[in-house]
């Protein structure tokens, strides 16, 4: 449980940090974290044919961020917790 909790943690942080640093456009400026997580799918038929370049790069740039969180939050699974003792001692 406590290697789900920080994989899941890492991610969460990496995307909060990839919606925090996503470009902005001219005339646009940063588009909607909302809108972004969901690649337009809030935005209007007439709107969304004019940005929907905009918000496509946006969500891959996001995900760019929390994939890397996956990976950081799996390597460091892998070094906590350690191997679990079997609680038997040797005997001579």
């Keep these: 449980m ?3 909790f920080i994989v899941l943690l890492v991610t969460i942080i990496s995307t909060a ?3 925090y640093f996503r470009p902005s456009y001219a005339l646009i400026g940063q588009l909607d974290w909302i809108n972004v997580l969901t690649k337009g799918y ?3 038929s007439i709107s969304g044919f004019f940005s929907q370049g905009y918000l496509d790069e ?3 740039y ?3 961020y929390t ?3 996956l990976i950081v ?3 460091l699974m892998s070094f906590v917790g350690g ?3 079997s609680g038997k001692a040797k005997k001579k």
Excluded: N
């Design 2 to 4: 406590k290697k789900i």
């Design 17 to 19: 940090v990839g919606l």
């Design 42 to 44: 809030f935005v209007g």
């Design 58 to 60: 946006s969500f891959w």
């Design 62 to 64: 996001v995900m760019r």
């Design 67 to 69: 994939m890397g969180g």
């Design 73 to 75: 939050g799996m390597i």
């Design 83 to 85: 191997s679990k003792s």
